[in-house]
């Protein structure tokens, strides 16, 4: 057998990875977190393009293609070049005939030149009239029949895309081939309305005639979809010319058919195909603007890609109620864009199909939501943002090396200590004893005979090893204090978190909401990832304050109300702290304004601004109580505020915290790595 290798072109490289739909949702994550609704960024997304997905175009930049393709149809020419082009003939075959006539002095030769004269003007109806007239001149009726030749070529090439090159040469034959050809697709129409209809009956029939469709349908439905749009694009062409243009045209058009025998014919299969496809846009005007004269089938062919083209452009914006990639037509695509174009496209149904099979995406009563996995890999991502921002030796770190034998072990080992804890290392402990040299062997008759142990070192200690072990000696291992090793373990102390972030409408006025969600969702992969021993909770605040759970963070927005109610954040807080007495205690508040609302002993809200004294009260009795449970609570704070920096100050001279005041870019950072700090200061 032979083989040949070579460049793959039809379609995508089968041997490619398939893209990473992680990635995917990652580039969602940021317009998620900002406000925007999955279903939203996903198609904000698909509109942009995959990154590093073989450099696969996005939407946006299709459309952009197709527009620019149908700026150049519209500026290829105009619609009219038949008509000119058949004009250019007969004033030529009327010129030929007048220089035949003008030397003959007869009377026959003026009455001849009067009919001449008295032709009307429209082209039409001078064909019509001399399609009967008797030439003198034989170039002047070369030139006529190469007119009748070129309408006929025209009209057919305007209903049946090719027919134009099939019919270059006058050929009987050919034009009976065509009448046959369109009386059998008609019955097959016929039959097909009537339910008859076989796929065996359009087989024979593209056997026969599959050299005059150069599309290559694969069934009915195909054809007549072709042809449909070819012959609505040429009633498009006639309402987009001015009505003498159309008048003259249409006259064209009904003569060449009926001298071609083809009228009955053509009118049946009209009348089919708009009944088949009442949807095409048949009489809507297209204007072209170039200056170039286009043939009738040129033109034609020039309207059907531009009403495929402000399909597919519909098509493509996907602006749209319930619009889906499913929508988009991949043959109008691969006519206007090529199989490139297809691949692309097939690849961004990939992504929207994979982020649901894979677990990304959850359809919901006709919404598309995130699902946990989603929101824990949106924190993973926003978790390795902020490390990538950090200075290696900022991180820090939470293992405690000093730790009891109830740590964890870390699979090194290190010399032992006096005081030492730790669970002994042994097979570390003999290899040392073994290079150390102190390895007595004793065989069964010595120990019984004298009960004493000879120790040899070096080469003769392994030589008499080996031979004592042939002969049923025992080995041991004679260890000094500084032969062993202890496993060295860390203790991973447990700490109780609280992160508490402003959800009041001045962090969307300021573009600090996404951050503060990014930041949760960070510091909330951190804890599940590094300390799962550690307890966290995210509280968010407005007019009152609630716990949010990790699955409702990435979709989560900010609260039209007023009211930054820090007092109710931190009562909840104080009872997480209280539920782990065991825990390290870590609290920190991000936040853009001072306290202005708190709770009631009734339970509601009591809003007030400026902030009242009771407000700043009740606020900092809970800092002071916070000061009392030994948690160091530390204020991020995102806007330079005056009353802001006065109160944060006071928290900070009350429990000894520290007060940050971050960039929103750098908000992650900070936060996770303050938190970092605490833990590793416990």
Request: glycine share 8%.
């Amino acid at each position: 057998m032979a083989f040949r290798y070579g460049e793959y072109h039809d379609g995508p490289d089968p041997l490619a990875p398939p893209y990473d739909v992680r990635a995917a949702l990652d580039e969602m994550g940021d317009a998620i977190l900002s406000g925007s609704t999955p279903v939203h960024a996903l198609r904000d997304l698909l509109k942009r393009g995959l990154p590093g997905a073989q450099d696969r175009r996005g939407l946006d930049d299709m459309l952009k293609q197709v527009r620019r393709r149908r700026r150049d149809l519209r500026e290829r020419g105009r619609l009219d070049g038949t008509l000119e082009k058949a004009r250019a003939l007969l004033d030529k075959a009327i010129g030929q005939e007048r220089a035949e006539l003008f030397p003959d002095p007869s009377d026959e030769a003026r009455l001849r030149e009067a009919g001449l004269d008295a032709l009307p003007e429209d082209t039409a109806a001078a064909i019509q009239e001399l399609s009967t007239y008797e030439w003198r001149s034989a170039a002047a009726r070369q030139t006529f029949e190469e007119l009748r030749d070129l309408l006929r070529r025209e009209v057919l090439d305007s209903q049946f895309r090719g027919l134009r090159d099939a019919l270059a040469n006058p050929d009987p034959e050919a034009m009976e081939r065509v009448r046959q050809m369109m009386s059998d697709l008609n019955d097959m129409l016929d039959k097909d309305a009537r339910g008859e209809h076989t796929q065996a009956d359009f087989d024979a029939f593209m056997a026969k005639y599959g050299d005059l469709f150069p599309e290559k349908p694969r069934n009915l439905e195909e054809l007549v979809d072709i042809l449909a749009r070819r012959a609505a694009a040429t009633q498009r062409m006639l309402a987009s010319m001015t009505p003498r243009q159309r008048e003259e045209l249409a006259g064209l058009i009904n003569q060449t058919l009926d001298q071609a025998g083809l009228s009955e014919q053509m009118r049946r299969l009209g009348e089919a195909l708009h009944a088949r496809r009442p949807d095409l846009a048949w009489n809507a005007p297209e204007r072209l603007t170039g200056e170039e004269p286009l043939g009738m089938g040129d033109a034609v062919t020039a309207l059907e890609e531009l009403a495929d083209l402000t399909q597919l452009e519909t098509a493509l914006r996907q602006d749209y109620p319930g619009a889906r990639l499913d929508d988009i037509d991949e043959a109008a695509v691969r006519r206007a864009l090529g199989r490139s174009a297809v691949d692309d496209l097939e690849a961004l149904k990939r992504i929207e199909r994979e982020l649901e099979e894979q677990g990304y995406l959850l359809r919901r009563r006709g919404k598309l939501e995130l699902t946990p996995k989603a929101v824990r890999r949106l924190g993973e991502t926003a978790l390795r943002r902020v490390f990538s921002s950090l200075d290696a030796g900022r991180r820090g770190d939470h293992d405690q090396h000093d730790a009891g034998s109830a740590g964890e072990l870390t699979g090194s080992s290190r010399p032992w200590h006096f005081g030492d804890e730790q669970p002994i290392d042994v097979v570390r402990t003999l290899v040392n004893g073994v290079r150390s040299g102190g390895v007595a062997i004793r065989t069964g008759q010595e120990r019984a005979r004298t009960g004493q142990e000879t120790t040899r070192t070096g080469q003769d200690n392994a030589r008499a090893g080996r031979d004592d072990a042939r002969a049923g000696g025992r080995a041991a291992v004679r260890l000094s204090v500084d032969d062993f090793e202890v496993a060295e373990t860390e203790r991973r102390s447990a700490a109780a978190v609280c992160l508490l972030v402003d959800l009041s409408y001045s962090m969307a006025l300021r573009g600090t909401w996404a951050a503060a969600k990014q930041t949760a969702l960070a510091l909330q992969a951190l804890v599940a990832s590094k300390f799962p021993q550690d307890a966290v909770q995210i509280i968010g605040f407005s007019n009152y304050a609630r716990v949010l759970q990790p699955d409702e963070l990435a979709g989560l927005d900010w609260d039209m109300v007023q009211g930054t109610n820090l007092h109710h954040a931190l009562l909840i807080a104080g009872r997480h702290l209280d539920r782990h007495p065991d825990f390290e205690p870590v609290v920190l508040v991000v936040t853009d304004g001072e306290p202005t609302a708190h709770l009631m002993r009734n339970g509601r809200s009591a809003f007030e601004w400026p902030p009242s004294s009771e407000t700043l009260e009740l606020t900092l009795s809970e800092v002071d109580k916070m000061t009392r449970r030994r948690a160091t609570l530390n204020v991020f704070m995102l806007a330079a505020d005056d009353r802001l920096q006065e109160f944060v100050d006071e928290v900070a001279r009350r429990n000894g915290g520290r007060v940050f005041s971050p960039s929103a870019e750098r908000l992650g950072e900070y936060v996770v790595s303050d938190f970092l700090r605490l833990r590793r200061a416990r």
